[in-house]
């Protein structure tokens, strides 16, 4: 059975994460998304690498990462035939997904108005680096500046004076669930309006837009946010803690969780520099150390189950081997196999919302470039008829 977007037709002209992730997620939903890509290479994350698999190396597990229930035709946009063609398939699509640089799309002849006067009903989703205009909506964006630009390597590290990168690209992630998003609330929308609209999103807004508490703590409090390390910025006891055998992670974040470690750890919870969150927050330093010298006695297996069994959240610090390995994630449906033209059977991470009822969406492996060609033609053709 179709997903939730089952009738749903996505043209999905981005490239590298953010706009393939965003198209990816509405793939995940059921729609049909066709994939455009330039027939010199196509998407450049298709040579971004290692690792490379397959019997010639030549198969990037990055692209893999985001293009998976997806067909590929190959098309140059520069072209009169290759205009052409994204004409007719603009005709026939609900959404179309883009992240260029702002005026690109502009240039190949395909604007705002163009597009809608193509299809009154296409929503467009426009993703770009830091904004589709003000004084710096031009430049180019990848995700490491943007992470900087936008303040969270600010707020990640172990110290102020060390700031580091989020080890995955989450800007260009959160982009491509924001836009996914907003692709969503602008179809709905056009079931009452019967027009599309533009989406736009950028990889600053993305960031800017999960500061959460730090954000009002500057806004608000007067307060510029630091690196904490592997610690909460507002919570303790909330962090990373050494035992006999490595670390694990207690996260109490209420005076009740908090008396329950103190037990296990025989320490006195009353003491006046814990008994609040703000007093242990202020104590923080004094505080890691108590737990981790009690926590030294044992190792981390003992003091996960100790915790558990107090009803405290806590847990390990896994690989990423570990956490696909992890009965809880698969139990989850956060891998899915599937049927790769030239690897075969593989397993690929899996999206992350799950329906109840039979509405499951039958996964597909990303393509190979141009793969898809005769089929999305075939596809194509019935419609206009």
Known sequence: MPGPLGDVVVLDLSRALAGPHAAQMLGDLGARVIKVEHPGGGDESRGWGPPFVGPNHDISTYFLAANRNKQSI?????????KVLVERLVRQSDVLVENFRS?????????????????PRLVILSITGFGHDGPEGGRPGYDQIAQG??????????????????????????AGIHGAYGVVSALYERERTGRGRVVRTSLLAAVTGVHSYHGTAWTVGGKVPGANGNHHASIAPYGAFRC?????????????????????LDIDPDVAKYASNRDRFAHRDELIADMEKALAAHDRAHWLAALGEAGVPAGAIRTIDEVYAWEQTRSQGLLVEVEHPVLGPIELPGPPLRFDGPAEVRHT?????????????????????
């Open 74 to 82: 190959a098309i140059d946009l520069k072209t009169p035939a290759g």
């Open 103 to 119: 005026g690109v799309l502009d240039r190949l002849g395909f604007t705002t108005e163009r597009l809608h006067e193509l299809n």
């Open 149 to 174: 630009e936008a303040g969270l390597m600010s707020l990640t590290g172990p110290s102020p004076d060390e700031p580091y990168r989020v080890g995955a690209s989450i800007a260009d992630l959160l």
């Open 244 to 264: 006999a055998d490595g670390m694990l992670q207690i996260a109490a974040a209420n005076d009740g969780q908090w008396r329950k470690v103190a037990a296990l």
């Open 365 to 385: 492996a990303p393509p190979m470039l141009g793969q898809d060609e005769e089929a999305v033609l075939r596809w194509l053709d019935e419609r206009e008829r």
